[in-house]
């Protein structure tokens, strides 16, 4: 396999195939696709190591980050897509009480983040 993060974070690195999603209707999709087994094993991961992860990525300015480092930026962009369901929804991937998700496409959403 080869090394798609910073070697500091390698032991995400099983993560990024399913979770480092260019887009939001990606990572959306993934998220409504993902069982809650699944949401719950990235979360539990990713969840410890954001403070670092977000600190790594602040060293560089605005709209400036490294090709070598979107991969993390997106899974970080993952774990904000996830952790209501895991924190408040009991690792269900849908929203309670709501409207079909698949329904909403976001105007932006297939605008790849970086």
Do not use: C
């Amino acid at each position: 396999m080869t090394n798609t993060l910073p070697n500091q974070f390698s032991e995400l690195e099983s993560f990024v195939e399913k979770w480092a999603k260019p887009t939001e209707n990606e990572r959306q999709k993934q998220r409504i696709t993902s069982t809650p087994a699944e949401l719950k094993a990235f979360y539990d991961h990713i969840m410890p190591r954001m403070e670092e992860v977000l600190q790594y990525l602040d060293n560089h300015p605005y709209g400036q980050l490294p090709k070598s480092d979107q991969p993390l930026y997106w899974m970080a962009l993952s774990l904000a897509e996830i952790a209501p369901h895991v924190e408040l929804y009991g690792g269900d991937s849908g929203v309670p009480y709501a409207f079909e998700e698949a329904r909403f496409v976001a105007e932006h959403g297939n605008t790849v983040n970086v």
